[in-house]
């Protein structure tokens, strides 16, 4: 059975975004995520077609204004640099295109860094060994789900284990939130000039 997860967009959705203004219970669910005066990500819309998912995601604080499973725990770059990285794994163009464009920077990534987040081999003086240990686990853990001794050691050298444990979760929410657009296919996000930039390099 192949692992791949292909995203590619078609012209049109498979599965329409909630239709504006949304009910109540959802414009204010939505309000907690989106800054006013912000059209709301498309995938946002998706998925609450299915209002009650949508509800609980927002109000048990699983999703919020900087994505799934924001913690305030790990440090925003490290946590940014793995959703890049899992957007570039799962070849989720949308996912990635919606970070760059409205938090990757904010959350301390530089330019340089999200153009090379997209490398087979990304550029060691471009990271910091914790921001290069989680890239090593989401490159190991995505496509297999395996991790070898080897990398494990790697990573344990730079990272704590509450550490690779929470790494490993939001990589894996990730992977779902690819697995949402594959099936959804949301035209791309454009909340700036220009093209979207696409997860492969």
Known sequence: MSTSMPTSMSPAPRIAPA??????????????????????PRIFLTVARHAGLFTFLV?????????????????????????????????????????????SQRMGLQPAQIADVRSARPDPALWTPQQRAAMDLVDALVPGLDLDDAVFDACRAHLDEATMIEVTQLAGLYVGVAMQVALARPEMDRYRDGPPMRASA
């Open 59 to 103: 109000d048990s604080g699983l999703l919020g204004p900087t994505g799934l499973l924001d913690r305030r725990t790990l440090p925003a770059a490290l946590r940014e640099t793995v959703i890049l990285r899992t957007c570039v794994a799962t070849r989720c163009d949308y996912e990635f295109n919606l970070h760059v464009q409205t938090i």
């Open 19 to 40: 239709a504006q203004p949304l009910a109540p219970d959802l414009a204010r669910a939505m309000a907690r995520l989106v800054p006013a005066g912000m059209a709301p």
